[in-house]
């Protein structure tokens, strides 16, 4: 059976793979760094999202703290190398969701806003590389998440309409790229929302696994 959607562009963190506990161990070191207090995992989940800069923002002005992002960033960015691989996972349903579009031959792309050169490392350590034709990280082009411009880059390199792709993501800055970008957006109900309300957003679908997808989608 045909895909509706020849080309499907996923999100990373949080949509394929749950990287929460790493991202927040690589956070809370920095702040250690700097003499700050550590920060609950469940309030960095609302941090993620918008790129690593503005996750250290958010969490340096949490504690108050008005120390130069310059002097901070280089020591995050070893943190976050460190624990890159320390205990990510991809969400059940990830492996046979993408399994079963590829035998649909749909064209499968990441775009996310972690730094690029993370991102190749991480799909490696969970074996789903292969799947992906193209991936974007938050550093590739001038802009990222939530302007659709990433997004239509994509949909252009495959020479599909942004209205004809459909974009796979969990929080409101996947949301507004794809708003912004033109392009149908599907949601997963585990990732990181980030104030998004998924009861009453208007996606082509709001999935608890990524294997509903698979099933008809208006």
């Given at each position: 059976?045909?895909?509706?959607?020849?080309?499907?562009?996923?999100?990373?963190?949080?949509?394929?793979?749950?990287?929460?506990?790493?991202?927040?161990?690589?956070?809370?070191?920095?702040?250690?760094?700097?003499?700050?207090?550590?920060?609950?995992?469940?309030?960095?989940?609302?941090?993620?999202?918008?790129?690593?800069?503005?996750?250290?923002?958010?969490?340096?002005?949490?504690?108050?703290?008005?120390?130069?992002?310059?002097?901070v960033?280089?020591?995050?960015?070893?943190?976050?190398?460190?624990?890159?691989?320390?205990?990510?996972?991809?969400?059940?349903?990830?492996?046979?969701?993408?399994?079963?579009?590829?035998?649909?031959?749909?064209?499968?792309?990441?775009?996310?806003?972690?730094?690029?050169?993370?991102?190749?490392?991480?799909?490696?350590?969970?074996?789903?590389?292969?799947?992906?034709?193209?991936v974007?990280?938050?550093?590739?082009?001038?802009e990222?998440?939530?302007?659709?411009?990433?997004?239509?880059?994509?949909?252009?390199?495959?020479?599909?309409?942004?209205?004809?792709?459909?974009?796979?993501?969990?929080?409101?800055?996947?949301?507004?790229?794809?708003?912004?970008?033109?392009?149908?957006?599907?949601?997963?109900?585990?990732?990181?929302?980030?104030?998004?309300?998924?009861?009453?957003?208007?996606?082509?679908?709001?999935?608890?696994?990524?294997?509903?997808?698979?099933?008809?989608?208006?």
């Amino acid at each position: 059976m045909a895909y509706p959607y020849p080309l499907v562009i996923f999100d990373l963190d949080g949509t394929l793979v749950d990287s929460a506990g790493d991202i927040a161990e690589a956070l809370n070191r920095t702040l250690e760094d700097w003499q700050l207090p550590r920060v609950p995992e469940a309030t960095v989940l609302t941090w993620i999202g918008d790129g690593v800069r503005r996750l250290v923002e958010q969490a340096f002005t949490a504690a108050h703290s008005d120390i130069d992002l310059d002097r901070v960033m280089p020591g995050f960015m070893r943190h976050y190398e460190e624990c890159l691989l320390r205990s990510p996972r991809l969400f059940d349903g990830v492996v046979p969701a993408l399994q079963a579009l590829r035998e649909r031959d749909v064209v499968m792309a990441i775009c996310t806003n972690k730094p690029s050169a993370l991102v190749a490392p991480l799909l490696a350590h969970l074996g789903v590389q292969d799947f992906f034709a193209l991936v974007l990280g938050g550093d590739s082009l001038p802009e990222r998440k939530p302007s659709g411009v990433p997004l239509r880059h994509i949909a252009e390199a495959f020479k599909v309409a942004p209205a004809a792709a459909l974009m796979v993501g969990d929080s409101i800055t996947d949301y507004r790229a794809a708003v912004d970008a033109g392009m149908p957006v599907a949601l997963v109900r585990y990732g990181y929302p980030r104030g998004l309300d998924l009861d009453t957003v208007d996606a082509v679908a709001v999935v608890d696994d990524l294997r509903e997808l698979i099933a008809p989608i208006r």
